[in-house]
């Protein structure tokens, strides 16, 4: 049997909930396991975290993006998502979002800028990938921010998780950028959610992006990988068994695409 991709659900779905309570609306949900969003220093002690969420594997980690001071730093949060990614036996990848060029960032802004090895330099034993953001539609030199990104990951030797919705709100068409990546680059982890304006994080459908299309433009390249739901908490009811029924129509739906004739 050909390998099938991995369905995942972002912590930052359920962000407001217990992780306990979280990870066990994934496995009733049916998802094949968590993209765990780091978002307090408590989460590095691995086995702390594997304990509660019960056995779900952690199948991707999402490093801090925002509360650097939690963390020691920008590079620091980076660090510690390396050290505890590590010691997660069935991590298959680490997200992180580029560093921008502002004074509070300025120091691991000119780290990463240098840096030719992300993985190596981090010591990383599982892979890294770069996350493309909403950007402007062009740069003040006229070049497509995308098409930097991808550059981004190919010279610091990192896989791309590639952010639906941040295409859409980017002005970005999700099917023309599939096809602008080039084979050297592999796509590890998709972060999969309907745009609609500057409007992000939406539930599939609700939005104005192609994502059938989309979807079965992964089918149609044998994508394998990570696949993971990342919406808005107001996305979904409030009640648990409502918010399980939701999320397994959208993985028969989405299921029905990949694996449908």
């Known amino acids: 049997m050909a390998e099938q991709p991995s369905f995942l659900l972002s912590t930052g ?128 030199f006229g070049r497509d921010p995308f098409q930097e990104h991808i550059e981004q990951c190919l010279n610091k030797n990192v896989y791309l998780t590639l952010d639906v919705c941040h295409l859409g709100v980017s002005k970005k068409d999700i099917l023309q ?3 602008i990546i080039p084979q050297q680059l592999s796509i590890i982890n998709i972060h999969f959610s309907d745009a609609r304006g500057f409007q992000e994080h939406l539930w599939p459908g609700q939005g104005e992006l192609p994502l059938e299309d989309f ?18 908490p107001t996305s979904l009811p409030q009640e648990t068994e409502k918010i399980v029924a939701k999320l397994e129509e959208f993985l028969d739906w989405i299921k029905s695409l990949f694996f449908g004739s």
């Not at 998802?31 to 594997?50: A, M, R, V, W, Y």
């Not at 980690?61 to 980076?78: E, I, K, M, Y």
Request: glycine share 6%; net charge negative.
């Open 13 to 140: 779905c359920l962000f407001h909930l217990p992780l306990p309570e979280c990870a066990q609306i994934a496995r009733d949900a049916g998802f094949d396991g968590l993209e765990l969003i780091l978002n307090h220093p408590d989460l590095l002690d691995s086995k702390n975290t594997l304990d509660q969420v019960g056995g779900m594997p952690i199948l991707s980690l999402h490093a801090p993006f925002r509360d650097w001071s939690l963390w020691g730093g920008h590079l620091q949060a980076w660090e510690k998502s390396v050290i505890l990614g590590n010691s997660l036996p069935k991590l298959k990848n680490i997200t992180l979002h580029p560093p921008a060029f502002k004074l509070r960032q300025l120091t691991h802004f000119w780290w990463y800028a240098r840096t030719k090895n992300l993985s190596g330099d981090l010591e990383a034993e599982v892979p890294l990938s770069l996350e493309n953001l909403p950007t402007m539609p062009d740069n003040l």
């Open 177 to 179: 950028a599939l096809e």
């Open 215 to 232: 979807v079965r433009a992964l089918k149609e390249k044998g994508y394998c990988s990570l696949l993971t739901l990342e919406v808005a």
